[in-house]
């Protein structure tokens, strides 16, 4: 994997090398990341780009600066693996940003040059940040039946006390050594994790039990996606019964449209959403826990009707519930019916009756 | 410490029914927990709670609502440490949402009533959150040479991968098997702690490493004052240099307004700030990284001179730099001068030559 992604570094260089050699205007192709290229793939349910492309030059007043930007990004990361170490994409702006000799002009001024690089790389070499050896902020615990081995360590998530393993930014190194579950369970909120950690839901269920803390971070995503892509495990998303909850799901399942260049290999797209829906409120007696929706929820619920993979029949039933009712819930509400109730009651029948959304 | 705050507890309800059997108006006693009573203690370093007291009363217009939630929270923790499960205050505050019956009066409303009943019963017990088995949200994460005892696991937290111990919000309950380090480095930035973890910083340098990810939760600053009290251990802060890292280090350090009646357990006064200094700048030849301090930087660093603990000759020198200079920098800047940099030439000489600030 890591001669790949060297290979491929190495391969724009010298294809750049070529183009001085014959005296040509040394370029790179970047396919474009705007809206008008953002397709929505129905066959493999992924946002993905289309094939639009742009062409950066090197003579060319216009270009001459990101280009050289992108060389100093390229050959910066080439030094990273080389060295096997990993920086973040902070680091690497810092490590950059100088001036250049003789000239006032600064190789880069400020981090919002250099993150794009990045994405361009991503794009026009088919690899991802990660790959690169560009930390991303870390996010997300897990637990379960698994045994990992990462620099070295072996890592039983079984074992880890109330604590659980922290998921590191780049997930792609660790390997696998023993996987005992039935199907990945993620939460959106560190609470509700702890709550099923502490009643050993992942035990008793046999499942892998994450924690998103919110959002989840690309370290998180990828996690999912390699456990149900090597381990064919299902995947169930929890989140709180919204616009931000579903759109978390819709994120895990399908990817974003800022990364809509990686869906490939950050979605997951045969994932399924286990709750909280609106209908859960009444079916399970939390209407004392209902919170009014503010017109914030509302519009962002609207626009969700509209995602592709929001226009199943179930989903459009649930949104428009949300809409026209006006409330919404989270994942604490279970707790009126008493604290085990999400673990021993709530989450038990949805699988046993497979209550899932698509 | 299980059955003493369950004693505490029981204890505070013998004595309102003590008042009932007398015939007195039941009432409760709480400190005062605003600013006109919150003091900064020069003998222990510490911002902490003076004697004023306010009583709560069961037969008083004003009193008798939150006289009711005050026990039934009191009522709710007691069953938690009865079943030993842990709730968030989420959790609680659904959980104890309901409608007196015959009436249209709901017990708690909206969660802001029930949270400050849990402070007012911190208080008025002498006991914490964690204690109470109410979690707070997790972040933080750690390794070293150390192996704890947590829920019957053994935890290695020298055997974590590149991904560390997510702390968890209550280490009241774990317990400590080996500690074997020199001191503990606190770092305010996730990605400060992948870079020197990835360096083997702690393995090296024999320390215990803990990686915040901004301001510290309870949880991780519960844990650094658990090192430094039990194991004696000095700790080293290391933050951004601006009045917002500097903030996190004093909060480490002394505690903050808002839990100031938990500061002797939740501080560590004997915490020194390593770095960065705006001097470290200048030092270190890091000038190409510095930001332009925004007003709201300058602002901020002008409040933290008359904070007690930053009246020290060495603080009011470095932030009337900052405030003269109008610059800050960030932990990354250090990334300039080589992605080791930080581990293998910035800390060791800082830890050689003991240039802390106090």
Same mark, same amino acid.
């Given at each position: 994997m890591k001669s790949k992604v060297n290979n491929k570094l190495k391969g724009l260089g010298s294809e750049i090398e070529e183009q001085i050699d014959k005296k040509l205007n040394p370029n790179i192709s970047i396919p474009i990341r705007t809206l008008s290229n953002i397709i929505y793939d129905k066959s493999t349910g992924q946002l993905t780009l289309g094939d639009k492309v742009s062409k950066r030059y090197f003579f060319n007043v216009a270009h001459a600066k990101k280009f050289m930007q992108t060389m100093m990004v390229a050959s910066f990361c080439n030094d990273l693996i080389g060295q096997n170490i990993h920086a973040s994409i902070r680091d690497m702006f810092y490590n950059l940003k100088r001036t250049l000799p003789e000239t006032s002009e600064n190789t880069f001024d400020v981090q919002s040059e250099s993150d794009p690089i990045i994405i361009d790389l991503e794009v026009a070499l088919d690899i991802f940040r990660e790959q690169l050896h560009l930390t991303t902020d870390r996010k997300g615990i897990v637990a379960g039946n698994v045994i990992i081995k990462d620099r070295g360590d072996s890592i039983d998530w079984s074992k880890l006390g109330s604590g659980g393993w922290s998921i590191p930014s780049t997930v792609e190194e660790i390997e696998f050594s023993k996987v005992n579950a039935d199907f990945v369970l993620v939460v959106e909120k560190n609470a509700g994790f702890e709550r099923l950690h502490e009643d050993k839901f992942w035990q008793k269920h046999n499942c892998i039990l994450i924690g998103t803390?919110?959002?989840? @971070?690309r370290g998180t995503r990828l996690l999912i996606q390699r456990l149900n892509r090597e381990y064919k495990l299902p995947v169930y998303v929890f989140t709180d019964s919204d616009a931000y909850g579903w759109y978390i799901y819709s994120v895990i399942k399908s990817g974003s449209m800022s990364l809509a260049h990686i869906s490939d290999r950050i979605a997951t797209p045969s994932a399924k959403f286990i709750g909280l829906t609106i209908s859960d409120i009444f079916e399970y007696e939390l209407k004392k826990c209902i919170i009014k929706a503010r017109e914030l929820d509302i519009k962002r619920a609207k626009e969700l009707l509209n995602y592709e993979w929001f226009k199943r029949p179930e989903w459009q039933k649930e949104i428009n519930l949300m809409i026209k009712k006006g409330i919404k819930a989270e994942?604490?509400?279970? @707790?009126?019916?008493?604290?085990?109730f999400m673990s021993e009651t709530y989450l038990p029948e949805k699988l046993k009756k497979k209550a899932f959304l698509p």
């Open positions: 803390g919110g959002q989840p @971070s994942i604490e509400a279970l @707790s009126h019916r008493g604290l085990k």
